[in-house]
T-cell receptor
C-alpha cells in the first residue's frame, strides 16, 4: 500500500548536512507530503510536512519538486541523535501509508 | 500537555485468543489512527476514526476491528489471534486532516 520509494539506508558524517530523497510517483494534487522519523524503541515522530512550497522548521527543511514527484528532507547538521529510520508519506486525508523508510547512520 | 497514551505496553497471548488495546489521544484531538509494525512489513495502516466513525480502513482481515468513544479514546480488537499478529501496535492522534500525527509508544503484542 505504500506509495513512496526511498533508499533503504544512508550514511552521514556528524555535523554535515544530510539530504534524504523520496519519490512520490503516484501523488495526487491534494496529498500532503509528510516526513516522520523513528528512533529505536520509540513510536514515529513528526519531522515536517508540506503541500507544494518548500518548508522549514527547527528540525529540518523540506524541498518539494515542482511536479511534486519527489521531495528531499534536509537535515542541516547531522547529530548522533538524528540516527533513525526516516519515512516519507503521501497523506491522503487521514490515511498515512508508510513505506519501509531510510535507515540513517550518523558517523562520529 | 499529555501525549498519546497506549495500554497495555506489553502483552503475551496464545493463538486463538483475542486482545483489546487502548489508546487515549491528546486532549482535543478527534482523529485516532492505528498502525501495525512488524520487522517484515514495516508500518502498516490499520484504520482511522474520527468522531466515533471509522473513516478509513487499511488492508487487514475482519479479525481486526476498532471503535472510538465519545471522549475520542479508541480501542482496537484482534480476535482469533495468529502467530503473525505478533507486532508493535501504534496509535496516533491528530488535530487536523492530513495534519501532524502524534504517536504513542505502542503496545507490543506477542502471540505464542
Amino acid at each position: 500500500d505504500a506509495k513512496t520509494t526511498q533508499p533503504n539506508s544512508m550514511e552521514s558524517n556528524e555535523e554535515e548536512p544530510v539530504h534524504l530523497p523520496c519519490n512520490h510517483s503516484t501523488i495526487s494534487g491534494t496529498d500532503y507530503i509528510h516526513w516522520y522519523r523513528q528512533l529505536p524503541s520509540q513510536g514515529p515522530e513528526y519531522v515536517i510536512h508540506g503541500l507544494t512550497s518548500n518548508v522549514n522548521n527547527r528540525m529540518a527543511s523540506l524541498a518539494i519538486a515542482e511536479d511534486r514527484k519527489s521531495s528531499t528532507l534536509i537535515l542541516h547538521r547531522a547529530t548522533l541523535r538524528d540516527a533513525a529510520v526516516y519515512y516519507c508519506i503521501d497523506a491522503t486525508g487521514n490515511q498515512f501509508y508508510f513505506g519501509t523508510g531510510t535507515s540513517l547512520t550518523v558517523i562520529p | 500537555k499529555a501525549g498519546v497514551t497506549q495500554t497495555p505496553r506489553y502483552l503475551i497471548k496464545t493463538r486463538g485468543q483475542q486482545v483489546t488495546l487502548s489508546c487515549s489521544p491528546i486532549s482535543g484531538h478527534r482523529s485516532v489512527s492505528w498502525y501495525q509494525q512488524t520487522p517484515g512489513q514495516g508500518l502498516q495502516f490499520l484504520f482511522e476514526y474520527f468522531s466515533e466513525t471509522q473513516r478509513n480502513k487499511g488492508n487487514f482481515p475482519g479479525r481486526f476491528s476498532g471503535r472510538q468513544f465519545s471522549n475520542s479514546r479508541s480501542e482496537m480488537n484482534v480476535s482469533t489471534l495468529e502467530l503473525g499478529d505478533s507486532a508493535l501496535y501504534l496509535c496516533a492522534s491528530s488535530l487536523r486532516e492530513a495534519g501532524e500525527l502524534f504517536f504513542g509508544e505502542g503496545s507490543r503484542l506477542t502471540v505464542l
